[in-house]
T-cell receptor, first 113, second 112 residues
């Protein structure tokens, strides 16, 4: 199973872009990178996912390096409500589609006013 | 569209009892997964169901079980509760396996 490595915590000023890095050096060719976040006392929230191309949606952008060994989640204009634990996950595949996700410890992003 | 609904939101049980937690997925979602979250172990996969069939199981003892009904609603059961079972139990649904998961806000179980 591919594992991910994230910094335990990061700070970001409100209104600035938050760039959250993730290393997944053992990712295999057919594994996607997913990002979720968890705000205190809530369930994880899906943000975005990608295979090898950069992706953007209404919440964030995902930049995946060409060798796919790392990625960066970008929140373009962070607000206080973006304070949460952000999880970078590589989708596990046991010979078939599965929803078994392996969560690491994530990055606690603290958006400062 | 309503999100994933988990009931009850909070539960207090004593050691040795059993508990059943309920999950209603997003309408149209046929895949349901369960996760346990504790401060020490983080988020851990329990099991996954699709079309009433268990497709995957995490590394938990047999006291943890689940099922999925024909309307995609799911329940999980924990028998002979132990203090270490105190946790936030999260249910997630998706359209199908490999689709993004959408989580409920969980059931907070406290075992005393």
């Amino acid at each position: 199973d591919a594992k991910t490595t994230q910094p335990p915590s990061m700070d970001c000023a409100e209104g600035r872009a938050a760039n959250l890095p993730c290393n997944h050096s053992t990712i295999s060719g057919n594994e996607y990178v997913y990002w979720y976040r968890q705000i205190h006392s809530q369930g994880p929230q899906y943000i975005i996912h990608g295979l090898k191309n950069n992706e953007t949606n209404e919440m964030a952008s995902l930049i995946i390096t060409e060798d796919r060994k790392s990625s960066t989640l970008i929140l373009p204009h962070a607000t206080l409500r973006d304070t949460a634990v952000y999880y970078c996950i590589v989708r596990v595949d046991y010979g078939g589609a599965t929803n078994k996700l392996i969560f690491g410890t994530g990055t606690l992003l603290a958006v400062q006013p | 569209k309503a999100g994933v609904t988990q009931t009850p939101r909070y539960l207090i049980k004593t050691r040795g009892q059993q508990v059943t937690l309920s999950c209603s997925p997003i309408s149209g979602h046929r895949s349901v997964s369960w996760y346990q979250q504790t401060p020490g172990q983080g988020l851990q996969f329990l099991f996954e169901y699709f079309s009433e069939t268990q497709r995957n199981k995490g590394n938990f003892p047999g006291r943890f079980s689940g099922r999925q009904f024909s309307n995609s609603r799911s329940e999980m059961n924990v028998s002979t509760l132990e203090l270490g079972d105190s946790a936030l139990y999260l249910c997630a649904s998706s359209l199908a396996p490999r689709s993004p998961l959408h989580f409920g806000n969980g059931t907070r179980l406290t075992v005393t």
